[in-house]
């Protein structure tokens, strides 16, 4: 599975961006998806997670109420909206594909495929 991420850029705080991933090589129907961001001198952490059938989601406290993970796994993509962004958002996001029907990950570990990265930028 290749994945790319695209959507990063820079915006204000109070903004809002929208990632998406778009998966070739393999259908991402069987896989759980997630969203992980790495700041630059800290370890990658969990962003948000979605089963591979698009029903349960889950994130990490720092974003919930203003992130949104969805799949259409007709177009093999997953998306992140993020809105009200802050400073402490500003990361390089990634996307990741876990090869799973049964569990949801949220550590690195869990994931088998990564895409590249995105920065995002948060100015105050």
């Known amino acids: 599975v290749q994945l790319q991420a695209c959507g990063g850029g820079l915006v204000q705080a109070g903004g809002s961006l929208r990632l998406s991933c778009a998966a070739s090589g393999r259908t991402l129907s069987r896989y759980a998806m997630g969203w992980f961001r790495q700041a630059p001198g800290k370890e990658r952490e969990f962003v948000a997670a979605i089963r591979w059938s698009g029903g349960s989601t889950y994130y990490a406290d720092s974003v919930k109420g203003r992130f949104t993970i969805s799949r259409d796994n007709a177009k093999n993509t997953v998306y992140l909206q993020m809105n009200s962004l802050t400073p402490e958002d500003t990361a390089v996001y990634y996307c990741?594909?876990?090869?799973?029907?049964?569990?949801?990950?949220?550590?690195?570990?869990?994931?088998?495929?990564w895409g590249q990265g995105t920065q995002v930028t948060v100015s105050s």
């Open positions: 990741a594909a876990q090869y799973s029907i049964a569990t949801t990950g949220t550590r690195p570990y869990e994931y088998h495929y």
